[in-house]
């Protein structure tokens, strides 16, 4: 299907091929992402304290063998509230990357094999999309509706979706007149089929690479948000909203900006390294 | 040229036309009665029923959009919910303070991202390509408000330097203005510099692999003329397109930071409508700052028009 060179050739099973060569690649990028892919999943159940139970006698303690990485200004442990909001910003990763990478490759893929006006029309509107104030939409969708994750993230969705249509409408067209999908033509095989069993497949790589690069967006995004009270609401924990609090106490307590400003740059520094790794494993010559 | 210039200008009216019409409607369709938060607890239902009619809001809602839209057109935005102002007076008092911020940002942004792409692009076989690239990485992954955090507890609480918040208008006292604007200017150019850094090391690579650079070369130009005769000048039309793609990221950035540092701007005034759901602020606001970024988009697109004339042939 794709050129592969020799010194590049894979174990059995392709995910473990993948898992293999971001070892050796990037391991940085391998251990940020999982360090905050397991405290997505595990949070709740490692979390030392409540994330949400406040105690004022203990607010702003820094670092300790107690809280490992202190407390915030209401007494509530930073380590619990960290684990609780990477599941937050991985929710926020979920949603961008389910709504850009659905509509955004439906439509790409439609463009680039159909071509024509359709092209011509899904071209224009996702370029007019591109590039426009993520920030102004989400005002909009927030004002329309109420600040919570999910509105919020709506917005950062369909910022990702010119990401993902652009991706697969360029391996699309590749892909239009090859052979195999000629072959699959004249075997008979409906315009579906040959969309999901023999295009689609193919898109796979390309697609996961933008997954990484626009997830480490929504992570960025939702963080931005939350710090603007437009996203996740209090008292549940998110990177943005514990920066927002924090901001309030720099003077008095400034390693509890520190600490959660390195947790929410190392998960984006991760999917950021993440992506340019799994770029070259793709053999993707992205920007 | 004209048809290129015509079909760009059409392209511009439309989205702003889209963004108009998505202001209103996602206000119009919003929870609540703008007559009785207008009003208050105390108004009787008598009370709120006619003003809702003097209002017209009891007229289908396209009549509305129709009636908003020829409004908006004349240049009469509403009047805030809050604060009961007219918004184009809430609006002009807020624009200079953006202005000032973005623009400045953005210039610091491209004196420093410009010479240093071109610079690594040059020497991008040297031992310091790869720590530098890897620290465009980090740069792109840091959010921008946290920096702008750091920057006040370095400054302002540890060194004592410079104020963490307090804008002062350029009319005051420039002085106080440079004061006041040197720790969010920074933090805006540092939402900027790492991807442009980026973009215009990509595109300084692909001029430098191009036929008229090895002629250059073969006729015996150095290095530092071929860099900066032929490479700067055509790395520096690419960019000025991908900083009308980087537009967003700047309007974006300025809202958080006018939100961080109290700069009295259209950021924080839209911030505290959309908290406050004062709808006709919020859609002043869309208004204003999609304006900028259409238009701005629209003077980019002549200006490449003007400076490659391959845009205009092609």
Redo the contacts between chains.
Sequence with gaps: MTDVPAEKRRPSHPVLGIFSFLARRSPLALGLVSIFVLAAILGPFIAPYSMTDTNLAMSLQGPSAQHWLGTDPLGRDVLSRLLGASRVAAQAFLIVVVIGGVVGTTLGTIAGSRGGFIDLVVSRVTEILQGFPTILVAIVIVALLNPSLTNAMIAVGLAAIPDFARVARSVAIQLRDREFIEAARGLGASETRILFGEIMPNMVGPLIVIASFDGAQAVLWEASLSFLGMGVQPPAPSFGSMLREAQNYLAIQPSLAIIVGLAVSGFILGLNLLGDALGDYFGEARR | MISFLLARLV?AV??LFF?SA??FF??A??PGNPAAVLLGNMATPERVEAVTRQMGLDQPTGIRYMIWLRETLSGNLGTSNLSFKPVNDLLAAALPATLELALASLLVAVVIALPLGLLVAQHRDSWWSRPTSALV??G???????VG??L??TF??WLKLLP?AGFVPLSRSVAGNVRSMILPVTTLAIYLIPSLV??VR?AAIDVLRESYVDTARAKGVGPWAILLRHVAPNTLITTITYI?????VL??GA??VE??FSIPGIGRL??NA??N?D?PV?QG??LV??TG?VAV?LLIDIAYALIDPRVRTG
């Design positions: 392209g439309v989205t963004v998505l202001a996602a206000t369709f919003a990485t980090l792109i992954s840091v959010p921008g408000f946290w955090l750091i006040i507890v302002s609480v963490s980026r973009f990509v009308g793609l980087q537009l967003g309007i974006s809202i958080v939100v961080i839209g911030m959309v908290l759901r709808y919020i606001v869309v700052a999609a970024y988009n």
